[in-house]
């Protein structure tokens, strides 16, 4: 299970993470995100590499419609698959 912030604001929001589960965290525009997710020397968790690329882009395209309707909430729990590419060899 990955979480995913998704917010709009004016104001600075402290993410305080636990450092046993998250080794490091950044606000990025979505351009950013995407030259970031090519970069092969950034590690990512299997399942952030999956949403980003099924759901991710989605939600931020329609990021108003995201933070203030149900959606994009289906009510489903999916179970993501993890290609070998995104596991550690």
């Not at 090519?38 to 999956?50: G, Q, V």
């Not at 882009?57 to 179970?79: C, M, Q, Y």
């Amino acid at each position: 299970m990955d979480y995913i912030l998704l917010i709009r604001t004016d104001d600075p929001v402290d993410v305080i993470p636990n450092p046993e589960e998250v080794d490091n965290h950044k606000y990025v525009t979505q351009d950013e995100l995407r030259e970031m997710m090519r970069d092969e020397d950034l590690l990512w968790s299997p399942w952030f590499r999956i949403i980003e690329k099924e759901f991710l882009h989605t939600w931020w395209d329609n990021l108003d419609e995201a933070l203030s309707t149900p959606k994009f909430v289906d009510g489903k729990i999916h179970r993501l698959e993890i290609p070998v590419a995104y596991t550690a060899a």
